[in-house]
């Protein structure tokens, strides 16, 4: 009988395999079957079982000593680079459109705008029900300071992220980068940077709880 982490490890697995076929599928058919439609499914139906798990054997799907905040900033960190991946991959395809968006109706976020509220409303979902039970502190004073260093560590991520445009701006010839700076291509891009951040403060706490732990 598996246990309810190896169920949890298999739907994370199977739906990060789904995820990405949904993303980054073949736009033809194989072998009669749509591998993003597919893949979209799969994904969706992994989430709701994930979801369902969390909330019936939330505190079984994750090891005994880990922290509520540790157990949020993993699936912090799931949903932010799911999210990151899907803003990647929007703005790299729409690199490769001919016809530079000059109004707001001419970007073809439709998909990824569906993407990303679904994902804020899981997250929002598993943030709440791994709270349940959790008492009146849900951060102590180690969550805390954890928390500030990951935030630190975003911002020099920020911070690193801007000179490196500046060089960029710098160096790479005016024709180079006039797809990228126009004004809707430009404010996607700031977006994703934001998106960036955010999966680079989750990745940094887990990191730092891990190191915590040794």
């Known amino acids: 009988m598996w246990t309810v982490r190896r169920q ?22 194989w072998w009669g079957v749509d591998i993003g439609a597919t893949g979209a499914a799969v994904f969706y139906l992994c989430l709701v079982a994930l979801l369902g798990l969390m909330a019936l054997k939330g505190s079984d799907a994750f090891p005994e000593t880990w922290s509520l905040a540790e157990r949020r900033a993993w ?21 490769h459109r001919e016809i530079v968006p000059t109004r707001l109706f001419e970007v073809p976020a439709r998909d990824l705008v569906s ?6 409303i899981a997250w929002g979902m598993a943030g709440h029900v791994l709270g349940r039970g959790a008492g009146p502190v849900e951060h102590d004073e180690r969550d805390l300071r954890m928390r500030f260093q990951a ?8 911070s690193l992220t801007v000179v490196g445009s500046v060089l960029l701006l710098t160096t ?12 809707l291509v430009l404010a996607n891009a700031l ?19 891990a190191r915590a732990r040794r």
């Open 115 to 120: 993407f990303v509220i679904v994902m804020a």
């Open 75 to 95: 699936v912090g960190m799931g949903f932010s680079a799911l999210i990151f991946g899907a803003t990647a991959k929007f703005l790299w395809a729409s690199s």
């Open 172 to 183: 790479v010839p005016a024709s180079g980068l006039a797809w990228w700076l126009q004004p």
């Open 8 to 29: 949890w490890q298999v739907l994370i697995a199977l739906g990060l395999v789904a995820c990405v076929a949904n993303l980054f599928g073949p736009a033809e058919r």
């Open 151 to 158: 935030d630190r560590i975003g911002d020099w991520a920020l």
């Open 191 to 209: 977006i994703a940077v934001l998106i960036a951040k955010m999966l680079v403060e989750h990745a940094a706490l887990v990191a730092l709880y």
